[in-house]
């Protein structure tokens, strides 16, 4: 697997018009998970604005920390087939829900490997700005992604069951010094 993590560039900019309206349509169709959000957070036709949108550097708002967004990007295909939004720290609401690492992989790349790859890239971005213990969520139902957060070292710390009967699992990743 030849895969890179990318900040967004201009001549990346049709490659995310298909990743998204691929996604957007899977989500309209199946009411499947839009994760990572950070990557629907503004309209990709402003690829300026877009670019803007999927940094929050200076975590303004109360209730967010500064993030960093990365495109996966298939080299031997030139494809996007995923994206991963970093948290650089937690704060109570992450704690809970969400946690450093959201993650996702377009509808059509799934079930290939890509997910796990992709954590594994972006534990070492983690890894790069200071995150020692990475906390990685996803819904039970979900098996494909804990098992890739499993194949990269997240041990099961606990479920929380919310009031409309949905499970979230919490795992906890150490990264080593190496």
């Known amino acids: 697997m030849n895969i890179e993590l990318v900040k967004l560039e201009k001549k990346h900019q049709l490659l995310l018009m298909e990743m998204i309206e691929e996604w957007k349509e899977d989500i309209e169709k ?10 629907f957070r503004h309209d990709p036709h402003d690829f300026g604005g877009y670019i803007k949108s999927i940094e929050d550097k200076e975590a303004v708002h109360s209730d967010r920390v500064p993030d960093s967004t990365f495109f996966c990007l298939d080299r031997n295909r030139n494809v996007l087939v995923g994206a991963v939004n970093i948290r650089h720290y937690l704060n109570d609401d992450l704690l809970l829900k969400g946690g450093h690492i959201g993650d996702g992989i377009r509808p059509s790349e799934r079930r290939k490997g890509y997910a796990t790859a992709m954590i594994g890239l972006a534990l070492k971005e983690c890894k790069r700005i200071g995150i020692k213990r990475v906390l990685m969520i996803c819904n039970k139902e979900n098996i494909g992604s ?7 070292g997240g041990v099961l710390e606990n479920e929380v ?4 009967g949905t499970v979230d699992q919490r795992y906890w990743i150490e990264l080593r010094d190496e």
């Open 161 to 164: 069951v919310y009031p409309d």
């Open 146 to 152: 804990a098992k890739s957060i499993q194949k990269n």
């Open 30 to 39: 199946n009411q499947t998970d839009g994760s990572p959000s950070a990557i």
